[in-house]
């Protein structure tokens, strides 16, 4: 896993205790992965907000267009990480529900995508992912539910 920034926020309110959650993850085994095969890289993570990136090269479908699943694998795996950090340590959690709404291609560069939390509860964490270009002209909008299990 590509580990750009470090990223903290405190574990609750007012508790004043900051948790590393990047760091929590840095030690994930990612060989093999499609986080490598897409040559991903985590630059933000949060409970509520995960920031991260891919490049197009490599990501594109025969027209040269980045592929719509590369940008569906980026929301994804943005908005799951973003929930295993909601749900804590102990306990694991996978998609159940995912859609994705594709508005424009991009060619070259990278595309970045950040989930921003839209319900944290105690079973379920919801997550809408927005892909941008380096322009920053949207390239995707996204939705993704996570169920935690304990």
């Known amino acids: 896993m590509t580990d750009t920034s470090a990223s903290a926020t405190p574990s609750s309110p007012g508790s004043g ?9 840095a030690g994930t085994e990612t060989a093999g992965t ?7 890289e ?5 409970p509520d907000r995960a920031v991260g990136r891919i490049p197009v090269k490599g990501n594109t ?9 590369a940008s569906v694998v980026l929301a994804e795996t943005l908005g799951s990480l973003a929930a ?8 694991k959690t996978v998609g159940i529900e995912v859609s994705a709404t594709h508005h424009r291609g991009a060619r070259d560069g990278y595309v970045t995508g950040t989930a921003t939390a839209i319900h944290l509860g105690r079973s379920t964490a919801s997550y809408e992912i927005v892909i941008t270009d380096e322009a920053g002209k949207r390239v995707c909008t996204a939705r993704l539910t996570c169920m935690i299990l304990s």
């Open 17 to 25: 205790a900051e948790i590393d959650w990047k760091a929590m993850y």
């Open 42 to 46: 985590l630059l933000e993570l949060a």
């Open 34 to 40: 499609l986080f490598e095969r897409m040559e991903m």
């Open 84 to 91: 295993q950090a909601h749900a804590g340590p102990g306990k």
């Open 61 to 69: 479908q025969p027209a040269g267009l980045l592929h719509g699943g």
